[in-house]
């Protein structure tokens, strides 16, 4: 009998960039992804999303190619040290693009991506739909049994997004701080604070 595999989001194979150093670029893909998690079922709209054709091309692929740009020419920014104003200074971090960011928050424990599962001969969403290859690009994705690494990739692009207890918590903070006219980039968490409510 054959074991059929279970998905993972691929990490991205950077050091993940500790939650201290998230700038603009994080908080504001973070919030992104809180938004379709209560209004799509936790799945993101790839049009939305920065991304580098020369690190995710599966991801880029579904992309509008009309409306989109290869987001590899935008760099992401991260906090650097504070300005003599109490700001925070910001950092230019190359090869790096909002699916990198989705990586970052994942291993600050922020966020999980709900990977497709095997059924039968194919493949289906975490929430029960049949992969089309719309969600994944064109083409079809080989059965469970002959999956390969690229369709590994493909499969990224029908992951469901959903915030950790942590992740609502600092998500909260968040909204509070972007409602109250805080800049993306200014943003620091209480994580203690976050850690006692997520408990």
Not at 184 to 198: E, L
Request: aromatic content about 8%; proline content about 6%.
């Amino acid at each position: 009998m054959t074991t059929m595999p279970v998905l993972e989001w691929i990490l991205d194979k950077h050091t993940p960039i500790p939650i201290d150093r998230f700038g603009a670029d994080h908080w504001s893909t973070f919030a992104y992804v809180e938004t379709r998690a209560v209004d799509r079922k936790g799945y993101l709209g790839h049009d939305h999303m920065r991304c580098s054709a020369r690190l995710h091309p599966e991801l880029y692929a579904l992309k509008n190619p009309y409306s989109s740009s290869d987001g590899g020419r935008y760099p992401t920014k991260i906090k650097a040290a504070r300005n003599d104003d109490g700001s925070w200074g910001a950092e230019a971090l190359q090869a790096h693009d909002d699916y990198s960011c989705l990586s970052d928050c994942i291993a600050a424990g922020l966020l999980v991506a709900d990977m497709p599962i095997a059924a039968g001969q194919t493949w289906q969403t975490a929430t029960g739909d049949y992969i089309t290859p719309k969600m994944v690009g064109s083409g079809a994705v080989s059965d469970p049994d002959r999956i390969t690494p690229r369709d590994r990739k493909r499969l990224m692009g029908a992951a469901r997004w959903r915030l950790t207890p942590l992740g609502v918590a600092v998500a909260s903070q968040l909204r509070q701080h972007h409602a109250e006219g805080g800049a993306w980039h200014d943003f620091v968490p209480d994580m203690a604070k976050a850690r006692r409510d997520a408990a």
